[in-house]
Structure formats: structure tokens, C-alpha cells
């Protein structure tokens, strides 16, 4: 490779790095069959998940660029092969890779490393079957504004029935002195 092909690498990688809107995965997929690699890169293409095989210094160099702590923190577990795997959608390469390793009887241990979702780090099975059921912040903005519009329409009526009952207690009473 040359060097000025190593430099783009580099700037390509800590860009995507520094893009808040996307969940790394970090992956050993070493060992596996051409054909068990074809089929998790065919899946992932399908669920609109980015995967691609990067060298660990070429990666330490990218992270190092980012100057985010969360982010340097990562450094130690950059060993042995890693493929990075990256979403806009936290869950859906969590679920994918577990239906991946449960169908070929795979060791997660062996393939997982460890997940930057959110901006948190997740490591171990136990971290990756939570981030299948972890909300993005997306999706709680999204549920907390329709929770707030439901309970304004909901003021809405109640006010709606106070505002008729007070008409109508008026009406009452402008009844009650005319006679």
C-alpha cells in the first residue's frame, strides 16, 4: 500500500469515527469460512450496515486522530484481525450478529470485541444482546414527543369541557336573573 494511500485510509476511518450518528462494532471475524463471511457481509449490505476489514495500526492511527477519549479508550482491545461494522441503526447490527453466531453455533467471545453505540462502550455477550434492546437517542426523542403530544391533546379536551362547563354555568345564571 502506498503511503498516500495509507494517509486517506487514516483520514477516512477517523472521519467515520467522529461521525456521532453512527454504532461501531468491533469485530475478529478471523476463522471464519469464506462462505460464513459471505453470508454476514451479504446480510449486512441487506440491513444497510457498513462492513469492512481494517489493519489494527491503521486503525490505532485513525482513533488517535479523533482525540475523543471514549474513543482512545479503545486502543488496548485493537488486536488480532478487526473488521469494524458500523450503522446509523444501534440494534441492527447487534441482531444480525447474534442470529449470525446462533445459526453457524459461533463463539461470540471469539468474534464480538466491543460495540461504541451512543457514545458508550459495550463489551461481552451480555453487552450485545442489552444493545439489541437499547434505545437510540432518536427513538427516545421520538417516543417522549409523542408522549407529549398526547398529553396536550389530552389538556386540550380537559380544557375544552372546563371552558363549555363555565359557558354553561354563565348561560345558567344569565337565566337565573332574567327571571
Known sequence: MKPNN???IIIYFRDLLLNQSLNFYFLNIK???ASQQAYLRKKS???KIKI????NTLLKKSIELTNNSKLLDIIPFI?????LMWSQFNKAPAELLLKFIKKDKLSLKKIFKLALSENN?????????????VKSKKELLTL??????????????????????I?????KKVYKNEN
Open 6 to 8: 495509507k494517509k486517506k
Open 31 to 33: 476463522g471464519l469460512k
Open 45 to 47: 449490505n441487506k440491513n
Open 52 to 55: 469492512k476489514v481494517v489493519t
Open 79 to 83: 488486536r488480532k484481525n478487526t473488521t
Open 121 to 133: 462502550l459495550y463489551f461481552g455477550e451480555k453487552s450485545l444482546k442489552d444493545l439489541r434492546n
Open 144 to 165: 417522549i414527543i409523542k408522549n407529549i403530544k398526547i398529553l396536550i391533546s389530552k389538556n386540550f379536551l380537559f380544557l375544552k369541557k372546563i371552558s363549555i362547563l
Open 167 to 171: 359557558f354553561r354555568l354563565k348561560l
